[in-house]
């Protein structure tokens, strides 16, 4: 199997509640029905984001998050036709697939939202260093630097491999990063454990990340189906 990763921007006539209910509703049964194997949405809709939490967007890139997976990704037209009529624009990968923390207590069913927030990243490396070097530091230093500090539920990690779409972005990487509550980012005690440990993982960042490209939301996920077995 192939896991797929969408982002999609909101039409700008569209209120939030009405994009998200269409991506829940019909798209997401296109999307079923054209193979997946598992799916899960991540959108933003996450209303009064305290001041606190630096959301990096301009472009509005991450109005909301698919991750498919199919058995191959040569059945992908009909989902990106539906992609297409539904948003303002998209950006599709081919990505591997790292769950560095699953959830540990899942008890809610598919379809539902899950309690919490997913804090959504995609960024390229930064432009002195090889792909090598990129990924060892992001897999290997930053990965348990961040699953030691943040309080993390749940830590999904996409390698991108490609893109799969006309004019993607060339990102390197797509996170979800979720906790159980909005406080959990809100507060820096809470997200970071201290002051000193947010200078150190934002420096840490910087280090292979490039920072003025990366972009960030705050969203809500459904897990529409589960796997993959």
């Known amino acids: 199997m192939e896991k797929l990763v969408y ?3 909101r039409p700008h006539a569209q209120m939030v509640g009405a994009f998200r209910e269409e ?3 019909d798209t997401a049964q296109v999307i079923e029905a054209s193979g997946a194997r598992a799916l899960t949405l991540n959108v933003a809709d996450i209303d009064a984001i305290p001041e606190s ?8 890139e991450l109005g909301a998050c698919f ?3 199919l058995d191959t990704l040569d059945a992908r037209g009909p989902i990106e036709e539906r992609l297409r009529s539904v948003s303002d624009g998209m950006a599709g990968y081919l990505v591997a697939e790292s769950m560095a923390r699953e959830y540990a207590d899942r008890d809610w069913p ?16 930064r432009a002195d260093l090889s792909e ?4 060892a530091h992001w ?10 500090m943040h309080p993390l539920t749940r830590y999904v990690r996409d390698t991108i491999s490609r893109a799969i779409t006309p004019g993607a972005p060339r990102y390197l990487a797509h996170v979800e990063e979720r906790v159980r509550e909005l406080e959990d980012i809100a507060d820096p005690l809470r997200f970071y454990g201290s002051l000193e440990a947010q200078r ?7 280090r292979f990340c490039d920072v003025e490209q990366m972009r960030t939301a705050l969203m809500s996920e459904y897990i529409l189906q589960s796997g993959p077995q």
């Open 7 to 9: 982002l999609l921007r």
């Open 23 to 25: 991506l829940l509703g």
């Open 53 to 60: 939490i630096h959301m990096s967007d301009p472009q509005r």
């Open 67 to 69: 991750s498919i997976w």
């Open 110 to 125: 598919d379809g539902t939202r899950s309690p919490g927030v997913t804090l959504t990243a995609v960024f390229p490396k």
């Open 132 to 135: 090598e070097s990129f990924f």
């Open 139 to 148: 897999h290997d230093i930053h990965t348990p630097l961040s699953l030691e």
């Open 200 to 206: 150190e993982a934002e420096a840490d960042t910087a």
